[in-house]
C-alpha cells in the first residue's frame, strides 16, 4: 500500500484540480450506487443537527477528491497553497500560532488543512488513531501529516495527553478532531431532540491549561480564485469542559450546515 502512496504524490502535482474533479465524480459515483453502508449514517447525522438542502452522492464525491487532493498536497509548493486559499477568520494570523486550540471535525479537507495553516506560521500539533486503523495506515497518515509540519502523537498511548500539553507550552497548536466520540465515555450534549457524547480530552486540556478555543474548517468553494476557505471563529475561554465542548459543537455544527455534503463523520456516539 505504501507504494500506491508514494507514486501518487509524485505523479498527482501535475494532475489539475479539473481532473481530479472529473475522476473523483466518477469514483464518488460508483461508490454511493453501490449502496454504500455509510449513506443512511451520514444523511441520519446531517438531519440530526438540522442540515438541509444536500445530497449524500456529492458527499461520496468530496471524500475522493480529499484523497486525491492529500497526495497532490504533499509535494505541493506552500505558496501556491496559500493563494488558492481564502482566508475567512475574525482574528489576524498571529492570534493562532499560539494560546490557542484549534478543533474541528470530519469536515471538509481536514487532513489538508494543516498544510495550509503552517503556510501561515502555524506549528500544529495532533492526536491520531494507532490501533483501529493499523500501523501501517497509521505510518503512511504520519509521513503526510509530518510533511506538513505537524507533530502526531498516537491516541491509544497513555503519555499522549503528557506530550499534547507540552507541545502546547512549547509554543505548538493542538489541531484536534472533536465530533467523534472514540471512548464511548464523552461529553453529552443536546443536539435537537438527541444527545450526542464527543470526546473530552480536548476540552479538559483546553481547560485546564486556560487556553482559548478556536472552531475551524478547511472547506471546498466554489470561486474563480479560490480552491478551498479556511474557517476560523475564536470562541475564547472555556469556563468549563461541557462549556467548551457546547461552544464549540454549536460552532462547528453552524459551519456544517453551511456545506452539508463535506461532513463525512459516518459512526458519531448518540445515545439510544
Not at 79 to 103: G, H, M, Q, S, W
Request: hydrophobic content about 45%.
Amino acid at each position: 500500500m505504501i507504494y500506491y502512496f508514494k507514486i501518487m504524490t509524485v505523479i498527482l502535482p501535475f494532475i489539475s484540480f479539473d481532473v481530479i474533479d472529473a475522476v473523483s465524480e466518477l469514483i464518488g459515483r460508483i461508490i454511493y450506487f453501490s449502496g454504500n453502508w455509510r449513506i443512511r449514517a451520514i444523511s441520519e447525522n446531517l438531519l440530526s443537527i438540522g442540515a438541509s438542502n444536500f445530497n449524500i452522492k456529492n458527499t461520496f464525491v468530496n471524500m475522493v477528491k480529499n484523497h486525491f487532493e492529500m497526495l497532490k498536497f504533499y509535494r505541493m509548493n506552500k505558496k501556491y497553497i496559500n493563494e488558492i486559499t481564502e482566508f475567512a477568520a475574525d482574528r489576524p494570523f498571529e492570534y493562532y500560532k499560539t494560546n490557542t486550540f484549534i478543533l474541528t471535525g470530519h469536515f471538509g479537507n481536514w487532513e489538508s488543512a494543516s498544510y495550509f495553516i503552517s503556510t501561515i506560521g502555524v506549528s500544529p500539533c495532533t492526536v491520531a488513531e494507532l490501533v483501529n486503523v493499523g500501523e501501517e495506515m497509521y505510518s503512511i497518515m504520519e509521513m503526510f501529516r509530518v510533511k506538513s509540519g505537524m507533530v502526531v502523537f498516537p491516541l491509544e498511548d497513555l503519555t499522549t495527553p503528557i506530550k499534547l500539553r507540552d507541545s502546547y507550552r512549547a509554543g505548538r497548536t493542538p489541531i484536534l478532531l472533536v465530533d467523534r466520540d472514540i471512548t464511548k465515555a464523552g461529553i453529552p450534549l443536546n443536539i435537537g431532540e438527541k444527545i450526542l457524547n464527543v470526546p473530552k480530552g480536548a476540552f479538559y486540556l483546553a481547560n485546564k491549561l486556560n487556553a482559548e478555543i478556536t472552531a475551524g474548517a478547511y472547506v471546498r468553494i466554489k470561486s474563480k480564485r479560490y480552491r478551498f476557505k479556511v474557517i476560523l471563529k475564536s470562541l475564547g475561554k472555556s469556563e468549563s469542559m461541557e462549556d467548551g465542548a457546547k461552544k464549540t459543537i454549536e460552532s462547528l455544527f453552524e459551519m456544517i450546515r453551511d456545506y452539508p455534503e463535506q461532513w463525512f463523520a459516518f459512526d458519531l456516539n448518540w445515545e439510544k
